[in-house]
Structures are given as C-alpha cells and as structure tokens.
C-alpha cells in the first residue's frame, strides 16, 4: 500500500496509487500498519519533520476507506460480468463454466448452512474462500437488498478484491472482551 505526504503535512493512505507527491510503501500487515507512527521512519522517508500521527484514527480512516473501495469494486467487477452473486446464480455460472477460478465471498452473517455449503463448493473446486462484509453490506454494492454469497471469477478482479479484503481485515478495530 502506498502512502503518501499531503501538501498539508499529513500522511495519507493512496488506495489508488495516483495522488501526487512523495511517497512510501508499507505491507498490509496489522505490525506494519502500526509502524506507520513511527516518525522517524516517516521524517526519514518523506525528507521532513513529520508532526505526530494519530495511529488509531490513521488506521480507522484506512479501514473505512478499504471498506468503501472493496464494495465500489464489487459493484464495478459485477457490471462487467466479473462477479457472480447469489448461490443458485453461483451454481448456475459453474457447471456452465471450463475451469472455475478466483475467489468466493462469503458474509459473516450468512447462515450457517450456506456458509458451509460454500465453504466445501469452495475447498472442492480449489478456491480461495474469504469470510467478509455483511449481507447487507454485498447487497448494496450489488444493488439488491442481500446477498450471502459472491464469486469474484475473473482472476484480475480477484486478485484485487483479496487484496482489499486483506487491507480491509488488517485494518478492523480489534473487539477484546
């Protein structure tokens, strides 16, 4: 991920990699991301005096904004036929398909027996399967009410929603109890 020093001074997560300027790049990698604090480094890296990061509100801005990118994606990459959604749709694209490859989402709060369902579908045909987002969350960025369940078929499409999914996770507050 690529990051960079805004005209105002502050440092800034550039999810597209085009914003002008000086920049760094840092794994996605919840240690990493907590280096990002570190002024040193930054002072180093950016040729400047760096004033202190707010690491906590650094890292819920990178969350909200890796959320927002992953559920444009979603929406952009179904468009374009790169996504499927819906289990019979899923089902559907499969048998009809010559090779099945990407990645299958499927929604924290999907239910159990869908969850497992897909989960073998996904291990059988050798899919990388991630559990992320709510039902509701898919179904927006589908433009449909909910959806449990969504295969990301396009290897270029894939590797960029994992990629997001990633940032995304590596970027979620941490509940302790």
């Known amino acids: 991920m690529r990051l960079v020093r805004a005209p105002s001074g502050e440092v800034v997560a550039d999810l597209a990699g085009s914003l ?9 990698q919840r240690n990493c991301l907590a280096g990002v604090t570190n002024l040193g480094l930054l ?10 990061i707010d690491r906590d509100l650094f890292v819920t ?5 890796a959320s927002q990118r992953l559920a444009g994606a979603i929406g952009v990459y179904a468009k374009g036929g790169a996504v499927v959604a819906g289990s019979d749709a899923i089902d559907l694209a499969m048998a009809k398909a010559s090779t099945v490859s990407g990645l299958l989402v499927v929604a924290t709060d999907a239910g159990d027996a869908t969850a497992r369902h897909w989960r073998h579908r ?13 039902e509701s969350m898919w179904g927006a960025a589908l433009g449909r009410d909910r959806c449990a369940v969504l295969w990301v078929c396009a290897p270029r499409a894939a590797k ?3 990629w997001l999914l990633t940032l995304a996770a590596e ?7």
């Open 160 to 162: 960029r929603v994992e």
């Open 61 to 65: 801005d990178l969350h909200h904004q």
């Open 20 to 28: 002008p300027g000086r920049g760094c790049y840092c794994c996605l």
């Open 43 to 52: 002072s180093h890296t950016f040729r400047t005096r760096m004033a202190p």
């Open 122 to 134: 996904a291990a059988t045909a050798g899919l990388a399967v991630h559990t992320a987002g709510r």
């Open 171 to 177: 970027t979620a507050p941490i509940h302790t109890t």
